[in-house]
């Protein structure tokens, strides 16, 4: 089975600018859905970045412009850029890898963005 383990939350300014990283125990290089997820505060989950491989990436409207998903298949490691942080972004983060026999989640990771 896959595990996730997500990295790199934590408590900024707005304005400030975050990275946080989501390890795969097994190659993500055949995976081709991938991407992150938050829930805020009294919200549902909603996705807030994906990529599909060999088409493209989705981002969610609020996010657009600003935050930025990549991955690298040699530290089999994705990533989400997150710059201009506002406080609306504040929530609990999850990193989620798609395969035809399973859709692994990651625990979760803080993101707080407050004056």
């Known amino acids: 089975q896959v595990q996730l383990v997500e990295s790199g939350g934590g408590s900024v300014q707005p304005g400030g600018s975050l990275r946080l990283s989501c390890t795969s125990s097994?190659?993500?290089?055949?995976?081709?859905?991938m991407g992150w997820y938050r829930q805020a505060p009294g919200n549902k989950r909603e996705m807030v970045a994906r990529g599909v491989s060999g088409h493209g990436t989705q981002y969610a409207d609020s996010v657009k412009g600003r935050f930025t998903i990549s991955r690298d298949n040699v530290k089999n490691t994705l990533y989400l850029q997150m710059n201009g942080l506002m406080p609306e972004d504040t929530g609990l983060y999850f990193c989620?890898?798609?395969?035809?026999?399973?859709?692994?989640w990651g625990q979760g990771i803080q993101v707080t963005v407050s004056s």
């Open positions: 989620n890898l798609w395969q035809p026999e399973a859709n692994t």
């Open positions: 097994t190659t993500i290089a055949s995976i081709i859905d």
